[in-house]
C-alpha cells in the first residue's frame, strides 16, 4: 500500500467522482439484471442445450465458464480492491468516524444472514459450508434498484449502501481467502509472496507506471491460481499495491495511478464482465424442479438468510450504533429509509454466486438450489427495499 501522505487525495480526486461511481453502478446494476432475466429466459428455452454446453466448452486449458469465473472475475476483484483501498485511505471509509456506521451495519449484515442459514442447514455436513453465501450485498444490484427510484432517495443513503458493500465486499474477500481454499501449492504460493514484494517494492519507490503493477498482476494471477488459493483475490492484492497518491510536487495535478486504473476498468467492469458473470452463473433450468425444491435447507436457508438475515443484521446494527450516539443518520435520511436500504443489502445476487460455487464445487444440484436461493431470496429484499423506499418520507434538511 501507500505509504505517502494521504491528505492530498480528496483535492485530487476529480469533483462528483463519488456521484459519477453510482451512477455507473446503478446503471451497471440495471445491465446485470437484465443479464440475469435473459440467463434464466435462455436456460428455460429450447436453447438451454446450446447455451449449458458453451459453459462447459473448453478453450484452451480452462472450460469457459472458469475463464469467466476465475479470469474475467479477478478483474472484477481487482475493482473491488481498487475501491476498498481509495475509500479507505482518502475517502468514504478516512476516518474511524466515518466507518462507525457502515462497518457497524456491514458485520451484522454478514453474521446474522449466516446464521439464518445454519440454523436450516445445521444437521447437515454436506451443505454447512455454504454458511457464508447470504453474507454477501451485491452494490450494483443493489445501487440499480436505488437509481429506478431518483431523487426521492438522498444521496447520504447511497453513499452508505456504497459503503456498507465496499466493506461487505471486503469481508467476502476474507472469508474465501480464509474459509474457501484447499490443497495449497506451497511453491506457487511463495512465487506469489515475491511477486507481491516486488509489487510493494514498485509502490515504495514511487514508480508511477500502471505497466509494471498490470505485467506482473498476470504473473500473480497464474501463481495464485496454482496455489490452490482462488485466483481472483490475486486482483485484490494487486490493486493494494497500486500508488493512490502522487508523491512529486510538480506532479499534483496529475491522476493518481490508482484512480487512473479504476476510471479505465469501472466501465468494463459495470457493462461487460459482471453482466456476462451473470449471464454465465444465473442460468438454472426450472425442468425437473418442483415448488417443493424451494423448502430445501439450502434455497431456504440462503433466501431466509438474504431477507430475514440482512435486514435485521444491517438495520439493527445500524439503530444500536445512532442510539448509543456512535453514530448518527445519514443526512436528509428518515429511519423508514434506512431501513428500505438494509432491506436492499438482501440483494446478494453476484458475490453470493460466486462464493456457492466455491461452497459446492462438484454438486451441480447444490449449485441449482444456491442460485434458487439466491434468485429468491435477492427477488424478495429488491421488490420490498423498492416498495419502502417508494413510500418513505423524506426527512427535510434542519434549518
Not at 429466459?41 to 480452462?62: D, E, M, Q, R, T
Not at 469465473?69 to 466515518?98: C, H, P, S, Y
Not at 459482471?274 to 425444491?293: D, I, K, Q, R, T
Amino acid at each position: 500500500m501507500s505509504s505517502h501522505d494521504p491528505i492530498s487525495i480528496r483535492s485530487q480526486r476529480p469533483s462528483g467522482f463519488l456521484r459519477r461511481f453510482i451512477a455507473s453502478e446503478a446503471s451497471g446494476g440495471l445491465v446485470l439484471m437484465a443479464a440475469a432475466a435473459l440467463a434464466l429466459i435462455v436456460a428455460n428455452s429450447p436453447l438451454a442445450p446450446g447455451y449449458f454446453a458453451a459453459l462447459h466448452a473448453y478453450v484452451g486449458p480452462l472450460s469457459l465458464l472458469h475463464w469467466i469465473n476465475d479470469a474475467l472475475m479477478a478483474v472484477f476483484f481487482l475493482m473491488v480492491g481498487l475501491e476498498i483501498k481509495r475509500e479507505v485511505v482518502g475517502g468514504q471509509l478516512a476516518t474511524w468516524q466515518a466507518r462507525i456506521l457502515p462497518g457497524l451495519a456491514a458485520l451484522g449484515g454478514m453474521a446474522v444472514p449466516a446464521l439464518f442459514y445454519l440454523a436450516f442447514n445445521i444437521a447437515s455436513p454436506e451443505s454447512r459450508g455454504g454458511w457464508a453465501i447470504p453474507s454477501a450485498t451485491d452494490i450494483a444490484f443493489a445501487l440499480g434498484v436505488l437509481s429506478l427510484l431518483g431523487p426521492r432517495v438522498p444521496v447520504s443513503l447511497k453513499v452508505f449502501l456504497a459503503a456498507l458493500a465496499i466493506i461487505d465486499d471486503l469481508g467476502a474477500v476474507l472469508i474465501i481467502a480464509f474459509f474457501y481454499t484447499s490443497g495449497l501449492n506451497l511453491l506457487a504460493l511463495a512465487g506469489a509472496a515475491l511477486v507481491v514484494l516486488v509489487l510493494a517494492l514498485l509502490n515504495r519507490r514511487g514508480v508511477l507506471a500502471l505497466w509494471p503493477y498490470l505485467t506482473l498482476g498476470l504473473v500473480l494471477w497464474v501463481l495464485v491460481f496454482l496455489s490452490g488459493i482462488h485466483a481472483t483475490l490475486a486482483g485484490v492484492v494487486l490493486a493494494l499495491t497500486i500508488p493512490l497518491v502522487v508523491p512529486e510536487p510538480g506532479l499534483q495535478e496529475a491522476e493518481p495511478p490508482l484512480l487512473k486504473l479504476e476510471h479505465a476498468i469501472q466501465p468494463w467492469v459495470a457493462f461487460l464482465i459482471v453482466p456476462v458473470f451473470g449471464f454465465a452463473n444465473a442460468g438454472v433450468s426450472f425442468a425437473g424442479f418442483s415448488l417443493s425444491a424451494l423448502s430445501d435447507p439450502v434455497p431456504l436457508g440462503i433466501a431466509a438468510g438474504l431477507f430475514f438475515g440482512k435486514q435485521i443484521g444491517v438495520f439493527g446494527m445500524a439503530l444500536l450504533a445512532i442510539r448509543l450516539r456512535w453514530a448518527s443518520l445519514p443526512e436528509r435520511a428518515s429511519w423508514r429509509q434506512v431501513y428500505g436500504v438494509s432491506l436492499l443489502c438482501g440483494i446478494g445476487f453476484t458475490m453470493s454466486l460466486f462464493i456457492g460455487l466455491l461452497a459446492f464445487p462438484t454438486s451441480p444440484l447444490l449449485q441449482d438450489e444456491v442460485k434458487l436461493g439466491v434468485l429468491m431470496g435477492s427477488l424478495l429484499s429488491g421488490l420490498l427495499g423498492a416498495m419502502v423506499l417508494r413510500l418513505a418520507p423524506t426527512r427535510q434538511p434542519e434549518v
